[in-house]
């Protein structure tokens, strides 16, 4: 995973409440069994309609993606923040998550921002009256900064030292190495060995 400290750019104005995990990624487009290549299934059957917001010309190259109360609602599937972020998205602001999409976003280093209604909907009206807005989120800092806004927000130690460290389970698991082998020379000859 690739360490997080700013992500900085246009945004798209999604806006929806209570987006599941379903309609960011179907479940049909789950038979892949890489990790990669979810992007071109993101939003897919909204993506039907061509005046669905991810379809127009100007908001193309967009890394923020902002949302309502809610994003991510729904399964468990990792397969959605992993859409997202092969799409290109580096961050997604809402008032709220769902507690295990939040989760599968931080093992992958997608920046999943909680703030105030009211201040995302500031920042979502900014981005329609001009789609070259640019909301920069700056992690060790905490705040998002965007016209007329500049927020701190809320995000737990650990998680912060994970994303601002590029850290994801392994790695995690990793850092722990050296006693991971001190037990291991310490185990009974008799239990398996872990080479």
């Not at 900085?8 to 379903?22: E, F, I, M, N, R």
């Amino acid at each position: 995973m690739q360490a997080v400290e700013r992500v900085a750019g246009k945004a798209l104005p999604l806006g929806y409440s209570d987006v599941d995990t379903d309609q960011i990624v179907p479940s049909d487009a789950l038979k892949r069994i890489e990790r990669t290549g979810f992007g071109q299934f993101l939003f897919s059957e909204w993506r039907e309609d061509p005046d669905f917001v991810l379809n127009r010309p100007e908001h193309e190259g967009a890394v923020v993606l902002l949302a309502g109360e809610n994003f991510g609602s729904g399964s468990s599937r990792e397969h959605a923040p992993w859409a997202l972020q092969d799409y290109g998205f580096g961050a997604i602001i809402a008032p709220s998550f769902a507690d295990i999409f939040k989760n599968n976003c931080a093992k992958i280093g997608l920046l999943s921002i909680e703030l105030p209604e009211e201040t995302v909907e500031k920042l979502l009206e900014a981005v329609r009256n001009d789609p070259d807005t640019v909301i920069t989120i700056e992690l060790t800092e905490r705040t998002v900064t965007g016209p007329n806004v500049h927020e701190t927000f809320e995000m737990d130690e650990f998680t912060l030292q994970r994303l601002l460290n590029g850290l994801d389970d392994i790695s995690l698991t990793l850092t722990h190495e050296d006693d991971l082998q001190a037990f291991e020379k310490t185990r009974p000859s008799h239990l398996p060995k872990v080479l």
